[in-house]
């Protein structure tokens, strides 16, 4: 077996580098090779404009997967919900590893949870399908606050906390973890009030679609639960026809009966960023055993949250 190194394209983020490191050491045990990350800066990267005017988080993953197209890198890490829903023919995505914790949450001023922040409160977040969910779980529960639009990195949010531009900051539960800073967390956000992005909490190991020795390493790091249940969700995402930016939150979980999974539901929500108006909507069935029945559960529930009217709900569509 050669032990010429693999070369993994990453994003240059502290939490990109975190991940593809645990990534890169799980493929070195399956393969006996060396992996070294190659960085690489995307768009979204450099950019400060709003995901939203730049074309979401899709943004994020095309330099990588042009580095694959060109040779450059044998593989790819993304964090799962930055996809684009439409897959290159040339590319695969091999594994997707199981799933961290899927949910957000709040990292606040004076340990507060989201429940005891003051009247006025502002919170800080990029995603639109945080602000529509906040703010419709603020109108529901007689919470004043305020969503302020934010970028940056992990770093970059916390610090508008501490240094007291914002009261509080939502993140992803699973971003924290990797980069070991979970601690930092002062509300943990239930799904029922938060529903995530679909795919949160997931990673995605793309590489060429040609390379049936690699494909098949990497598809030992592959959950199959985890795949069919982001594969569901992204399928929800893709019959809405929303971007990634869109305010479309998605989760299907796995029930179970003590050690034996019995059924998937999926839940799936759009609304409004203001929350004024939202259609929330959930399935449950067989967990589905091949890829074309998880992406028919996603398509059914779209279709009937279309039909109660998501689509007009939706301020950023496909490209």
């Known amino acids: 077996m050669t032990h010429q190194p693999l070369r993994l394209g990453t994003r240059r983020s502290r939490l990109a580098m975190a991940q593809?490191?645990?990534?890169a050491d799980a493929v070195s045990q399956v393969t006996g090779r060396p992996v070294e990350l190659v960085e690489i800066t995307t768009y979204g990267d450099v950019s400060r404009e709003a995901l939203a005017?730049?074309?979401?988080?899709?943004?994020?993953?095309?330099?990588?997967r042009d580095a694959?197209?060109?040779?450059?890198?044998?593989?790819?890490?993304?964090?799962?919900?930055?996809?684009?829903?439409?897959?290159?023919?040339?590319?695969?995505?091999?594994?997707?590893?199981?799933?961290?914790?899927?949910r957000d949450v709040i990292v606040a001023r004076d340990a507060l949870k989201l429940t005891d922040l003051p009247r006025g409160a502002r919170i800080g977040t990029g995603s639109p399908r945080r602000m529509a969910q906040l703010n419709a779980y603020a109108r529901g529960h007689?919470?004043?606050?305020?969503?302020?639009a934010i970028r940056g990195n992990v770093?970059?949010?916390?610090?508008?906390?501490r240094d007291g531009e914002l009261d509080a900051v939502v993140l992803a539960a699973a971003g924290l973890r990797r980069i070991g800073r979970i601690d930092e967390v002062t509300d943990f956000l239930s799904v029922d009030t938060v529903l995530p992005a679909p795919g949160q909490g997931a990673l995605a190991i793309e590489c060429t679609a040609g390379n049936a020795d690699l494909v098949a390493a990497l598809g030992e790091l592959d959950?199959?639960?985890?795949?069919?249940?982001?594969?569901?969700?992204?399928?929800?995402?893709?019959a809405l026809e929303a971007g990634c930016s869109a305010p479309v939150g998605a989760l299907a979980d796995l029930l179970a009966?003590?050690?034996?999974?019995?059924?998937?539901?999926?839940?799936?929500?759009?609304?409004?960023?203001?929350?004024?108006?939202?259609?929330?909507?959930?399935?449950?069935?067989?967990?589905?055993?091949?890829?074309?029945?998880?992406?028919?559960?996603?398509?059914?529930?779209?279709?009937?949250?279309?039909?109660?009217?998501?689509?007009?709900?939706?301020?950023?569509?496909?490209?």
Request: charged share 25%; net charge negative.
């Open 20 to 23: 593809s490191g645990q990534v």
């Open 53 to 64: 005017q730049i074309g979401g988080t899709g943004v994020f993953v095309t330099a990588l």
């Open 68 to 102: 694959l197209l060109k040779g450059e890198v044998d593989f790819a890490v993304h964090s799962l919900k930055d996809l684009p829903t439409s897959q290159p023919e040339e590319l695969t995505l091999a594994a997707v590893p199981e799933r961290e914790d899927p």
């Open 142 to 148: 007689g919470l004043d606050i305020e969503t302020v």
């Open 155 to 161: 770093d970059t949010r916390i610090r508008f906390v």
């Open 223 to 238: 959950d199959p639960f985890t795949r069919v249940a982001v594969t569901a969700e992204r399928s929800l995402l893709a």
């Open 257 to 319: 009966d003590g050690q034996i999974v019995k059924e998937m539901r999926l839940r799936g929500v759009v609304g409004t960023t203001d929350g004024t108006r939202m259609v929330q909507l959930s399935t449950t069935g067989p967990v589905p055993e091949t890829h074309d029945q998880a992406l028919a559960l996603g398509r059914e529930l779209a279709t009937e949250m279309l039909a109660q009217g998501a689509a007009g709900l939706m301020g950023e569509r496909a490209q």
